[in-house]
């Protein structure tokens, strides 16, 4: 495979993941939850919406998510002592 069937396959799943949330936010207006943060429930301002039309969460709880995974990382390090300190010293560095 060379750069070029890499970069057409990247761009195809890039397209594929683009229809699935186009998809999913055609099925959320089809049933009246379009709009709504699928975390908190209230509604995703329209600014947000204009932007991103297929967002399902408000910026505060998309905001959340990203972070979450790195806390629970910091959590794993921190119950491990000596062990996890290495990896909660690079965790504290990002
Ligand atoms: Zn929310």
Redesign the pocket.
Known sequence: MNAGDDIGLALAQIQGDMLERIDAALARLADGRYGD??????P?PSQRLRALPFAV??????AAREIEPAARLRRWADERGDVGAKSRRALDAV
């Open positions: 943060c699928a975390e908190c429930g209230t995703i969460r408000c910026r505060e709880c998309e």
